[in-house]
């Protein structure tokens, strides 16, 4: 089982925060990225995503991608990266050996270059029907930027659909044992984006908690069923399917209410489960999204 989890944040996008859940206010929220580091037994340090790092601004340099960077602004620093957050505490790229992504959006990729000798793991219909068969613009439009892959991506990745469903998850079916003990179990998590996974993590000590990475943007969503509202499922892979993969998200949090369900992108999680972050989000004195709940 894991020896530990912790949660980092490596940047923020800005966004009105109703375009997130419904219910949000109406005021532009600092989004917080978080990386989620695991360190196992035998398999060492792994990373669920990446993260922003700066390569995003290299890739976003030219017309279509240019128009992610204006629609979506984000704020990146060099120390906030995961690559430099591991390497304060004393963990070298090197020392990584598997990056889990949840999908290939921009921001959960962007890092991905700081580890080149790290082995990848995802859905092969994530990287080949849900990015690469696209258009430029569509792509750009979706929220992928190949150029944050690195050249030997396929190279150095597994593809969760060759690994054996090694167990159901109710409610959501046959899911992967990714390193046979029953540690990281990958979740399937359709509809935001093609291909999405999420991973349900067991402890030492038996404590539980899932990585829902997009499928909701807030916790408030797993309170009230209510996703982002129609103009953001514009961006979606399937919007129908989305909802579905909430609905499963609640039921499973109704189940186990013990097992915190964490976001990749909501700042009251940080809140809720003060354990599992390294330290609560805070950007310039703006507002976070989701923290008003929380005082």
Same mark, same amino acid.
């Given at each position: 089982?894991?020896? !530990?989890?912790?949660?980092?944040?490596?940047? =923020?996008? =800005?966004?009105?925060?109703?375009?997130? #859940?419904?219910? +949000?206010?109406?005021?532009?929220?600092?989004?917080?990225?978080?990386?989620?580091?695991?360190?196992?037994?035998?398999?060492?340090?792994?990373? *669920?995503?990446? +993260?922003?790092?700066?390569?995003? =601004?290299?890739?976003?340099? /030219?017309?279509?991608?240019?128009?992610?960077?204006?629609?979506?602004?984000?704020?990146?620093?060099?120390?906030? &990266?995961?690559?430099?957050?591991?390497? #304060?505490?004393?963990?070298?790229?090197? $020392?990584?050996?598997?990056?889990?992504?949840?999908?290939?959006?921009?921001?959960?990729?962007?890092?991905?270059?700081?580890?080149?000798?790290?082995?990848?793991?995802?859905?092969?219909?994530?990287?080949?029907?849900?990015?690469?068969?696209?258009?430029?613009?569509?792509?750009?439009?979706?929220?992928?930027?190949?150029?944050?892959?690195?050249?030997? *991506? $396929?190279?150095?990745? &597994?593809?969760?659909?060759?690994?054996?469903?090694?167990?159901?998850?109710?409610? *959501?079916?046959?899911?992967?044992?990714?390193? +046979?003990?029953?540690?990281?179990?990958?979740?399937?998590?359709?509809?935001?984006?093609?291909?999405?996974?999420? #991973?349900?993590? &067991?402890?030492?000590?038996?404590?539980?908690?899932?990585?829902?990475?997009?499928?909701?943007?807030?916790?408030? !969503?797993?309170? &009230?069923?209510?996703?982002?509202?129609?103009?953001?499922?514009?961006?979606?892979?399937?919007?129908?399917?989305?909802?579905?993969?909430?609905?499963?998200?609640?039921?499973?949090?109704?189940?186990?209410?013990?097992?915190?369900?964490?976001?990749? /992108?909501? +700042?009251? #999680?940080?809140?809720?489960?003060?354990?599992?972050?390294?330290?609560?989000?805070?950007?310039?004195?703006?507002?976070?999204?989701?923290?008003?709940?929380?005082?």
């Amino acid at each position: 089982m894991l020896h !530990s989890l912790r949660l980092y944040n490596t940047g =923020f996008c =800005f966004q009105r925060e109703f375009l997130l #859940a419904g219910g +949000g206010r109406m005021v532009t929220v600092a989004i917080p990225v978080y990386v989620a580091v695991l360190q196992h037994p035998t398999a060492g340090t792994i990373l *669920f995503d990446t +993260g922003y790092a700066g390569h995003y =601004f290299d890739a976003t340099q /030219h017309f279509p991608f240019r128009m992610m960077s204006t629609i979506l602004p984000v704020a990146i620093k060099a120390k906030w &990266t995961i690559a430099a957050q591991l390497a #304060a505490s004393g963990i070298a790229p090197a $020392e990584v050996q598997w990056i889990m992504l949840s999908h290939l959006h921009n921001d959960h990729v962007a890092g991905l270059k700081d580890f080149p000798s790290a082995k990848i793991v995802c859905k092969r219909s994530g990287y080949y029907d849900g990015m690469l068969r696209l258009s430029d613009f569509n792509q750009a439009r979706k929220g992928f930027l190949p150029a944050l892959l690195p050249d030997d *991506f $396929e190279a150095r990745s &597994t593809f969760i659909e060759d690994l054996p469903a090694m167990t159901e998850v109710p409610p *959501f079916g046959p899911c992967v044992d990714f390193l +046979g003990d029953g540690s990281i179990l990958f979740i399937p998590l359709e509809g935001h984006c093609r291909g999405q996974i999420g #991973a349900l993590l &067991t402890m030492a000590d038996g404590r539980q908690v899932l990585l829902a990475a997009d499928a909701c943007y807030l916790s408030r !969503s797993l309170r &009230t069923g209510k996703g982002p509202p129609w103009i953001t499922q514009l961006a979606a892979d399937d919007p129908k399917a989305a909802q579905l993969t909430l609905d499963r998200l609640r039921q499973f949090g109704e189940a186990h209410p013990e097992v915190p369900v964490i976001p990749s /992108h909501c +700042g009251e #999680a940080a809140y809720l489960y003060p354990e599992w972050f390294v330290e609560k989000p805070v950007y310039e004195g703006r507002p976070v999204a989701g923290v008003e709940e929380k005082g």
